[in-house]
């Protein structure tokens, strides 16, 4: 939690007085106030030369830590969120559409789970290519010089509508400037990024005056991998502190977010999701890629999803 001197600059109220008349009862953090009895703090203050300041400091500091947490919803308001705010992205893919009720839900943060060349980065860059297609932005955090700007073009060059060439090159230079590519090494270089687009999207700074509506990381288990294991219980919390910063960046700023993550063999010889029972919980929605041998049509089974039964399957042809 933040020191309070960190806080003077922007709030007045929080002042050097106020910051003494804090740290004579063992105050000096956010979380310090936090664990504090608030009356017995307003009681000290009324006792004080200059209690009507320190109360507009209580005051202001309440004030600070309300609108950095929004506040609990019921029912009903969730539901009128989700109903106003929170659209569905079409993907390109007719079988993952179709599975999903239509798309990616804004809000979401949707996992793609598969062993390698099972279609998932295919799935992603048609779906940027889709999304970037609808006048929209779409963030692709590339952790493995897998964006391909040629696949884009094909995918584009697919779509039926243009009267010509030059038509169909103009569009595919709109779409590519529409996805925003950056590529990531590690887990650090995620949260950088994750950090400063939260700072843009409150700031509305997004390229092409377009609306950022997706966000892909392709692939969030190659971030996660290796800084787990051993002793040290740091990399499981750097864990949990990307998947809260992704859901959190879906949830306030309507994002669909998709990620992906590969299998690994489970001890009774069946694969499973990598990342641990852990990172279980951190997607909404869940889906199984899998190929047939000698085959380009991707079978789809949904693992699990907030509103629709788990088990469902479809399949779509995926050029790999």
């Known amino acids: 939690m933040a020191p309070l001197k960190s806080l003077e600059k922007e709030y007045p109220l929080i002042d050097s007085n106020f910051q003494s008349f804090c740290a ?15 009356d017995a703090l307003i009681a000290l203050a009324d006792n004080h030369c200059a209690s009507q300041t320190l109360k507009q400091g209580i005051d202001q500091l309440l004030s600070i830590i309300d609108a950095r947490h929004p506040p609990l919803l019921n029912g009903l ?14 993907t390109g893919c007719e ?24 279609g998932k ?3 992603c860059l048609l779906s940027a290519a889709t999304v970037a297609k609808h006048k929209s932005s779409v963030i692709y955090l590339d952790t493995g010089n897998s964006f391909s700007p040629h696949r884009i073009a094909r995918f ?8 010509s060439e030059n038509q169909a090159d103009h569009m595919l230079k709109i779409v590519l400037d529409r996805i925003i590519c950056h590529s990531v090494f590690d887990i650090y270089q995620m949260l950088d990024v994750l950090h400063q687009l939260k700072i843009n999207l409150r700031s509305e ?8 509506r997706l966000l892909i990381v392709d692939s969030i288990s190659s971030l996660i991998t290796p800084i787990l294991g051993g002793s040290s219980p740091q990399g499981h919390a750097l864990m949990i502190s990307a998947g809260y910063l992704l859901k959190k960046l ?13 299998v690994v063999r489970g001890e009774d010889g069946i694969s499973k999701p990598a990342l641990g029972e852990s990172w279980k919980s951190v997607p909404h929605v869940r889906l199984l890629f899998s190929q047939d041998c000698g085959s380009n049509v991707c079978n ?14 479809a399949s779509s042809t995926m050029f790999l």
Do not use: C, W
Request: hydrophobic share 40%.
């Open 300 to 313: 789809i089974s949904m693992l699990k999803h907030p509103s629709m039964a788990s088990g469902r399957v």
């Open 24 to 38: 004579s009862h063992a105050i000096f953090s956010v979380q310090d106030f936090l664990l504090h009895d608030i």
């Open 77 to 90: 308001q969730l539901l009128e969120d989700v109903q106003r705010n929170k659209r569905v992205l079409s």
């Open 95 to 118: 079988g993952i559409d179709a599975l999903l009720g239509g798309g990616l839900r804004e809000g979401q943060l949707t996992e793609l789970v598969g062993s390698s060349a099972s």
């Open 156 to 163: 584009v060059g697919q779509s039926s509508g243009y009267d």
């Open 121 to 123: 980065t295919q799935a």
């Open 250 to 262: 879906a949830h306030e700023h309507n994002i669909a977010v998709l990620v992906t993550n590969h």
């Open 205 to 212: 700074i997004v390229k092409s005056n377009q609306h950022v």
